[in-house]
């Protein structure tokens, strides 16, 4: 089990940048992919980047493509997601989420979907202001 903590949201106007932080505890040994969701009120959470942790591949909503970027350092158990050019359908809260290798899945489910994933740390609020 891994215990997943967020931090770096904030207020910042259209246009502006925030970087968010995820730091993981516990099994961080068994960290296999980490990936950042976001839901704004009334909304499904949606999947917006993801890392996996061997080799540092990513993946991106093509919503945020071209405009975040998440990385890793893996000695520190951390994870972040640089936001620039940030817009106002931005605005949700941002969840980090971590899923361990060898863990079971329900099929059809990946790295975009949140049933794949074991930990969800308790979410950093993004507000953009237009």
């Known amino acids: 089990q891994v215990q997943l903590v967020e931090s770096g949201g904030g207020l910042v106007q259209a246009g502006g940048s925030l970087r968010l932080s995820c730091a993981a505890s516990?099994?961080?040994?068994?960290?296999?992919?980490m990936g950042w969701f976001r839901q704004a009120p009334g909304k499904e959470r949606e999947f917006v980047a993801g890392?996996?942790?061997?080799?540092?591949?990513?993946y991106y909503a093509d919503s945020v493509k071209g405009r975040f970027t998440i990385s890793r350092d893996n000695a520190k158990n951390t994870v972040y997601l640089q936001m620039n050019s940030l817009k106002f359908e931005d605005t949700a809260v941002y969840y980090c989420?971590?899923?361990?290798?060898?863990?079971?899945?329900?099929?059809?489910?990946?790295?975009?979907?949140?049933?794949?994933?074991?930990?969800w740390g308790q979410g950093t609020q993004v507000t953009v202001s237009s």
């Open positions: 890392i996996r942790r061997s080799d540092g591949s990513t």
């Open positions: 989420a971590a899923k361990e290798s060898g863990s079971t899945y329900r099929r059809g489910s990946s790295y975009y979907t949140d049933q794949w994933y074991d930990s």
């Open positions: 516990g099994r961080t040994f068994s960290n296999y992919f």
